[in-house]
């Protein structure tokens, strides 16, 4: 079975800086789409920066110049650099792994347990 392990999420100042790191255990990373998303108190959970595989990276707006989304196939591990960050960034971030399992389009999702990031003003 696939996990997912974040760690990296911490107390920092606004403009400082924090990398998180997704650990994708039981399967290799590359076989998956992998992603980052967020979910501040109060809100619904949203989609921060993913990569589909083989593909390109893609973020939201409201991170875009922020955030860095990374892989390193030889850890098995997703990384998110989070330069700039700003009171609004406060929530806690999870890692998420998608795979096409059918030719009908029948996907299966993977979430890890979240790592807390919290900005100071």
């Known amino acids: 079975e696939v996990q997912l392990v974040e760690s990296g999420g911490g107390l920092v100042q606004a403009g400082g800086s924090l990398r998180l790191s997704c650990v994708v255990s039981g399967s290799p990373i590359d076989e998956y789409a992998i992603g980052w998303f967020r979910q501040a108190p109060g809100k619904e959970r949203e989609p921060v920066s993913y990569?589909?595989?083989?593909?390109?990276?893609h973020y939201a707006d409201f991170v875009k110049g922020r955030f860095t989304m990374s892989t390193d196939n030889a850890r098995n591990t997703a990384y998110l650099e989070m330069n700039k960050l700003a009171p609004e960034d406060t929530a806690v971030y999870f890692c998420?792994?998608?795979?096409?399992?059918?030719?009908?389009?029948?996907?299966?999702?993977?979430w890890g347990q979240g790592t807390q990031v919290t900005v100071s003003s």
């Open positions: 990569i589909i595989t083989g593909g390109d990276t």
């Open positions: 998420h792994a998608r795979r096409v399992v059918n030719v009908e389009g029948a996907v299966v999702d993977f």
